[in-house]
């Protein structure tokens, strides 16, 4: 199996551009989790999915952040208009049964 | 709930020097535990769990954790570290029984070690 796939894996734009993030988790995984991480608060979780439900958006840090989960194998992290604080490292991780959670290799965004 | 305390932020050590890593929890509900490894510019692997039985589970690259149920705790062990595990390592709990839900992660060590 390839894993998570995510991507881009760098993307760089500017204040008030609208950015989409995507991933592809494990064929036969039945959960999605969205996840970034800074230096400032370390990782943090931003909503997760089952079944391409969301279940928990507790964490999406506000109304420019939105996340999608059209079918099984897809599911994009959307933010508009993008903010300099937003640059981080974005990862997406899928599951099944137990909770062991495979991670992707994540995408580094940057906004000026 | 869950949650979950990496005692060190920052953790310095020389080669092949003993390391041990602290992780405690609280949780009102039985768990599964977790160890991952996040090496530089890299995503987050797996690197051991305990799920039930044996209470000391090991990694193939030398770590081990304890579960120890009466000081919550999961701490992570190496005898002899190399350069190479130099990383962050977070620590993450489930509670099990009813929905699955997420792990709750620790803000997570930074091992370095140094030659």
């Known amino acids: 199996d390839a894993g998570v796939i995510q991507s881009p894996r760098h993307e760089v734009t500017e204040m008030g551009q609208e950015v989409t993030l995507r991933c592809k988790p494990i064929?036969?995984?039945?959960?999605l989790f969205w996840y970034r991480q800074t230096m400032m608060r370390g990782l943090e979780l931003l909503i997760y999915f089952n079944n391409n439900v969301p279940i928990d958006d507790s964490g999406m840090p506000e109304d420019r952040f939105s996340a999608k989960m059209p079918n099984a194998s897809f599911s994009t992290l959307k933010i508009q208009p993008s903010e300099p604080r937003d640059s981080a490292v974005y990862f997406c991780?899928?599951?099944?049964?137990?909770?062991?959670?495979?991670f992707g290799p994540g995408t580094r965004l940057t906004v000026l | 709930a869950q949650s979950v305390t990496q005692l060190d932020s920052q953790v310095p050590v020389f080669e092949e020097a003993p390391v041990e890593l602290r992780c405690n929890y609280s949780?009102?509900?039985?768990?599964?535990l977790f160890w991952y490894v996040q090496y530089p510019n890299q995503g987050l692997q797996l690197l051991l769990k305990y799920l039930s039985g044996s209470t000391l589970v090991e990694s193939i690259n030398g770590f081990e954790a304890e579960f120890n149920k009466s000081q919550t705790s999961f701490h992570l062990r190496k005898p002899s570290v190399h350069i190479s595990d130099t990383a962050e390592y977070f620590c993450?709990?489930?509670?099990?029984?009813?929905?699955?839900?997420?792990?709750?992660f620790g803000k997570g060590t930074k091992l370095s070690v140094k030659p």
């Open positions: 991780a899928s599951s099944t049964g137990v909770g062991e959670q495979f």
């Open positions: 064929s036969g995984h039945d959960y």
């Open positions: 949780s009102s509900v039985s768990v599964y």
């Open positions: 993450a709990v489930k509670g099990y029984g009813g929905s699955q839900g997420n792990l709750i």
